[in-house]
């Protein structure tokens, strides 16, 4: 083979890798906002209990002061039911008794409905806390590989870069230049291998001539459709068969 054509193909290798390498750091972020917004999400549903049960605490509170006030008017209209001195207005004072007995039993009824509900609510919230560390856990975990890995990626194109450097330096300038101008091209693709007469990227068939040429791997030969640096590689022999 064309030690330029050689030295391309492992040239392409390393910036195909280097590219992905790259990709691969470029959408780290767009993960780890991901992570976030989960935790974020996690904490507003954690809060959304809390109001709950603060809320359902604050109601509470205003029936049991609204059931201690209706109790100090009710120990009154006990007190003046002693004094009163006619039929009519011992009749209206028990009416006033019984009106206020019964908004007591109502509020009493609330409150112990208030008591089951803020029982959930504190099951609700210790389920959502169990499972909000487990989470955050987890998460941490993600954050820490996703750290590692942004790390190892770095280390990798820094490893590239130097082979790079190695690899381009082997290549001639003309050679060189093909592939700088046709990888601007193509998305970073500068070659292709030729396989049962068709471009492999561009999936073009090309003339039989050429086909014979570029299977030779002793020049440099450019797809007619795409332009990329074709060459080809011999597939293995077929294993013999069993007599």
Do not use: W
């Amino acid at each position: 083979m064309l030690p330029d054509l050689q030295y391309l193909i492992h040239l392409q290798e390393v910036d195909s890798a280097a590219e992905r390498s790259r990709k691969r750091i470029a959408d780290i972020p767009a993960v780890q906002q991901s992570l976030e917004a989960r935790a974020a999400a996690r904490a507003a549903e954690l809060q959304a209990i809390k109001d709950r049960i603060a809320a359902t605490a604050a109601t509470r509170r205003e029936i049991e002061k609204d059931v201690a006030g209706v109790q100090t008017r009710l120990s009154k209209y006990k007190e003046q039911l002693m004094a009163v001195k006619t039929n009519k207005e011992y009749t209206a004072m028990q009416h006033e008794i019984a009106t206020a007995e019964g908004l007591v039993r109502a509020h009493e009824d609330r409150i112990l409905d208030l008591m089951e509900i803020s029982e959930k609510e504190t099951a609700d919230l210790n389920a959502a806390e169990t499972a909000m560390k487990a989470e955050q856990a987890e998460m941490t975990k993600q954050q820490q590989a996703l750290d590692a890995e942004r790390g190892a990626q770095d280390a990798e194109l820094q490893r590239l870069s130097a082979e790079r450097e190695i690899v381009a330096a082997k290549i001639s300038a003309e050679a060189m230049a093909i592939y700088v101008r046709v990888a601007h091209g193509r998305r970073g693709i500068a070659l292709a291998e030729a396989k049962d007469g068709l471009c492999s990227v561009c999936h073009v068939r090309m003339r039989p001539q050429t086909f014979n040429e570029v299977r030779r791997n002793d020049g440099i030969h450019q797809c007619e459709s795409c332009t990329r640096i074709l060459y080809y590689i011999q597939p293995p022999a077929a294993a013999p068969q069993p007599s």
